[in-house]
């Protein structure tokens, strides 16, 4: 790497050309145009891509994209979108809610409700401020939002027009067999080369340099002076606290109820059993019985009488 490319908020080493964060190259005439005089070639494509000249590989690639990225651009439109609509609903509620309570049909009437609608609707102007300008009324040309969304459409375009042009001349270079060790191609071998690449890159530079030096933002819409703090107005009395109030007498507890306690039953006795002792004598054996009732002997017939024979 030579070291002309060590100058205008550029760094250079052995994987590209970078962007140095420690200086910020400035502009002194004030002309779109001038942005990108006297760059290198490797430095216009680290001020566009993040990264000139690089080495292959992903890390150069993560690098550079972390330098410059138009998706940056995109999200930056999306955060003002939101706020902008933050603010436009809080300045709403905050007059609805001023007009609800203190407007002419609201409950809190005289100038002290006056006095406070007024400081409500000053306070909804602040922000109606601030979204006018950030949206410029709306459909005005000086939107935040929508320039941010062009300019990222811009750097897009820019970005995928220089790759073009490098592979062109890389290609070119290559067929004459000038390619480095790593693929890169050898282009300052031919200086005339060199030259015709720097300059359609630093057009494209300046096309896009003047696209963002046409943004612009509204002023503020929002007039009204801060409230006054002086003047003769006369502060309420101050009114005395309440007194202290006594606490309260103690009240002692009522009597415990003293309950009797349970009468204790004596354990029930049972009568001793009169059964009438066994006939039978000590260690004999009872035969079972097979029932509980004794068989009936079979009744015989009463016999016919016999006859008297006279």
Not at 14 to 29: A, K, L, M
Not at 104 to 111: L, M, R
Not at 248 to 254: I, S
């Amino acid at each position: 790497m030579g070291d002309d490319n060590n100058n205008h908020g550029f760094t250079s080493d052995d994987n590209g050309v970078w962007p140095d964060s420690s200086t910020t190259p400035t502009n002194s005439t004030g002309d779109p145009s001038k942005d990108f005089a006297g760059m290198t070639w490797k430095q216009i494509e680290a001020a566009i891509l993040g990264g000139g000249s690089m080495a292959p590989g992903q890390e150069q690639a993560d690098q550079a994209y972390s330098n410059v990225n138009w998706q940056s651009l995109q999200a930056a439109a999306g955060v003002f979108q939101t706020t902008q609509l933050n603010l436009a609903m809080v300045s709403q509620a905050i007059k609805d809610q001023a007009l609800a309570l203190a407007g002419g049909d609201g409950p809190w009437k005289g100038t002290a409700a006056k006095n406070f609608k007024s400081m409500m609707d000053n306070m909804a102007a602040k922000f109606d401020g601030l979204v006018h300008q950030i949206t410029d009324g709306g459909n005005g040309g000086r939107n935040v939002p929508n320039q941010l969304v062009n300019s990222a459409a811009y750097l897009q375009w820019a970005q995928n027009t220089l790759r073009y042009i490098d592979s062109y001349y890389a290609q070119q270079v290559i067929e004459r067999g000038k390619v480095l060790n790593d693929g890169r191609a050898y282009i300052s071998q031919f200086p005339d080369a060199v030259e015709m690449m720097t300059n359609d890159m630093r057009k494209v530079g300046n096309q896009l340099s003047g696209k963002y030096h046409s943004f612009s933002t509204a002023s503020n819409t929002s007039s009204t002076p801060p409230p006054s703090t002086g003047g003769g107005d006369v502060p309420p009395p101050q009114v005395p606290p309440p007194p202290a109030v006594p606490p309260p007498p103690a009240v002692p507890p009522p009597p415990r109820c003293r309950r009797r306690p349970p009468r204790r039953r004596p354990p029930r006795r049972h009568p001793p059993c009169r059964r009438p002792p066994c006939p039978r004598p000590a260690g004999a054996r009872c035969r079972p019985r097979t029932s509980r009732r004794r068989p009936v002997a079979p009744v015989a017939a009463p016999a016919a009488p016999a006859t008297r024979r006279r």
